[in-house]
């Protein structure tokens, strides 16, 4: 009974969502909310504990909906240049996973070349769990793009919940990183933002923790431009090296909003 009020109340609430003009409209809206999304302590505390309960039960064999982009990516570059691993930055990498994934096929050392960038309050949450204690946290990607000569930019289904995804794109282009790969991209020939709802339960990587309910969690998002995307890169002397709909997860050719991957490389 409790789980069927729950979709009621869930599909109400959809319901009265207001349109916003703006990021910034939305994300007051939601601070309002929730505290705030991907920056409440609530959700990025459930999301470490989540993760450290899977791994605690299953290991690091944490094969994400990226995995398979990254991998290929990797693939890429150690094609040309064999014998030197990436240097990586996972931009909105929540937890580490994929950069632990990673470390169990590559092996540790990787954990060392590698930067996952979050908000600052999910990086002040990083250095309470002992699986993140060899994982590098920072929230200040320009630092860590400038000083770590970084090889592979890669982002899943973060820059929509940015406020400004095209500045930091353009900070990646005139940094001149080899390669940029984005997937799980929210695109659509018509961008504006939204505001998004989901469970608790929903987020993160892992089983449920039932402890902490399952409350509503407020986010500022928005839809991005495939062709402003592209012009950035192409505009600067990168090309296209992979590029694939992702029917599963979108609508194509919609106005509303469609899926897509994208791997760019700075041409030599």
Known sequence: ????????????????????????????YCKNRSGLGYESKLLCKYRFEKLENYIKSYGQ??????SNLLIYSIAYYLKKNKGNFPRIVDFGGACGENILFLSSIFGKDILKSSWIIETKAQVDFSN?????????????????????????????????????PYDILNKVVDIGIPYVCLTRNNFSSNPKSFIQVSNLSENGFGKHIK??????????????????????????NYE????????????????????????????S
């Open 61 to 66: 064999s944490l094969f994400t909906q990226s």
């Open 128 to 164: 309470k769990y002992n699986f993140t204690k060899k994982l590098n946290f920072s929230y200040d990607l320009k630092k860590i793009l400038i000083e770590k000569n970084i090889d592979i930019f890669f982002s899943s289904c973060a820059l929509n919940y940015t406020e400004s």
């Open 240 to 267: 296209i090296i992979f590029e694939d709909n992702l029917v599963k997860t979108g609508s194509i050719n919609s106005n509303r909003n469609y899926s897509k991957d994208l791997i760019f490389n700075l041409k």
């Open 211 to 236: 402890d902490y309910g399952n409350p509503l969690i407020w986010y500022p998002s928005q839809t991005l431009s495939e062709d402003k995307i592209k012009n950035i890169f192409l505009s600067s």
């Open 1 to 28: 009974m409790k789980k069927i009020y729950e979709k009621i109340k869930y599909k109400f609430i959809l319901k009265t969502i207001p349109n916003v003009k703006t990021f910034k409209e939305a994300y007051f």
